[in-house]
């Protein structure tokens, strides 16, 4: 897993699909970044933060088998 963290910066600037995600259990907004590679799905989901101004910050990143256009989980923390 530590080797998919390199995709990052691929995966958000040429996601596949991107949607909101919802809440997140303290309240903020989610984003959903999904890559198709190697018939593996990659998902990225960005929280908006408040601290110093609105900013997005990773919150978690997860595989599953499957096709990007066959998805629509919803976010859970």
Do not use: W
């Amino acid at each position: 897993m530590p080797d998919d963290f390199i995709l990052i910066a691929d995966i958000i600037q040429n996601y596949d699909k991107v949607e909101y995600a919802g809440k997140i259990k303290i309240g903020r907004d989610a984003i959903k970044y999904m890559k198709q590679c190697d018939d593996i799905v990659f998902y990225i989901e960005e929280v908006h933060s408040g601290k110093k101004g609105k900013k997005l910050v990773m919150q978690t990143m997860y595989k599953r088998k499957g096709s990007v256009s066959h998805t629509s989980e919803t976010f859970s923390e």
